[in-house]
């Protein structure tokens, strides 16, 4: 493995097409403005580098990026990749991850708007994450620890699981399929619209009209704080710890709920049976 130590590099695809090597103590910067540093390589081991120029890691199989920094100028830095571990490093900059398959973070510290769009098999364990639209079509992914401050996030996205995340987010899981959430708290205004088969297991939700127009939607020992107008058109089994602020035109199934403030029926088509109580 050839090693690459402590050099700095600003040219036009300084690296393009090398194959086992290891860069240690680099950077990515200066007048020239070079694009592309390592675009089509394999099996790299990146430590302790920083990268500060647009597209670094393009169409890269196989390589293992520890303790970097990616700073707002490094623009979709990872794209088209297969099979990369990233670990305790920061992601700057728009667009950072797209089209990639098999990426593992751990313990980074990401803010980019777009991130990770059009993805498969991402993993995610304890990082944090800030970022306008995030997952937008990405599929196959795990999240465990997830902190994460966000407005249009996962939307069709599909076969994911949450444990034990934060997301505080806007309008999250529109579209989605097949995604299930344990142990966490969802932060944020209409949740889960035309989401089919959803479910939230000892979860907090917070915020207003969540819930709406969802098809297969399970909620399992959850509490729901701030909730209005919940569940409009959809087709649910809830089990709700506590109040539920107000049920507005559920279409189908059972809502079992502690109390609920205000039940808003004016469809007289729905065939949704609510209970009190014990659930």
Not at 111 to 128: A, H, P, Q, V
Not at 159 to 175: G, I, M, Q, S, Y
Not at 216 to 243: P, Q, T
Request: glycine share 6%; with cysteine.
């Amino acid at each position: 493995m050839k090693i690459y130590l402590n050099e700095t590099h600003d040219e036009e695809r300084a690296f393009y097409g090398i194959t086992g090597a290891r860069l240690k103590g680099c950077r990515f910067e200066g007048p020239a403005d070079g694009e592309s540093a390592l675009k089509e390589t394999a099996d790299l081991e990146i430590e302790n580098c920083d990268f500060l120029l647009r597209y670094p890691l393009w169409h890269t199989d196989r390589a293992a990026v520890t303790d970097c920094r990616m700073t707002e100028t490094c623009r979709a830095a990872l794209w088209y990749d297969n099979d990369i571990l990233i670990k305790n490093s920061e992601l700057g900059g728009i667009k950072a991850v797209r089209e990639c398959n098999n990426i593992s973070l751990e313990a980074c510290r990401i803010n980019s708007t777009e991130f990770g769009w059009f993805c498969r098999n991402i993993k995610m364990k304890d990082c944090e994450l800030s970022s306008e639209y995030p997952f937008l079509h990405s599929s196959e992914m795990e999240f465990d620890g997830l902190k994460m401050k966000g407005k249009y996030s996962f939307q069709y996205t599909e076969n994911v699981t949450f444990r034990n995340c934060r997301l505080d987010t806007k309008d999250a899981f529109w579209h989605s399929r097949n995604v299930t959430v344990y142990d966490s708290i969802v932060k944020g205004e209409y949740l889960a619209w035309y989401s089919e088969n959803l479910r939230l297991v000892r979860c907090k939700i917070i915020g207003t009209q969540p819930l709406c127009y969802a098809k297969g939607l399970v909620i399992e020992d959850c509490e729901m704080i701030d909730c209005d107008l919940s569940f409009e058109k959809s087709y649910v089994h809830a089990s709700v710890r506590g109040n539920i602020m107000s049920v507005k035109n559920p279409a189908g199934g059972v809502i079992t709920a502690d109390t609920i403030g205000e039940i808003i029926q004016e469809d007289k088509t729905s065939k949704c049976e609510i209970k009190f109580g014990k659930r």
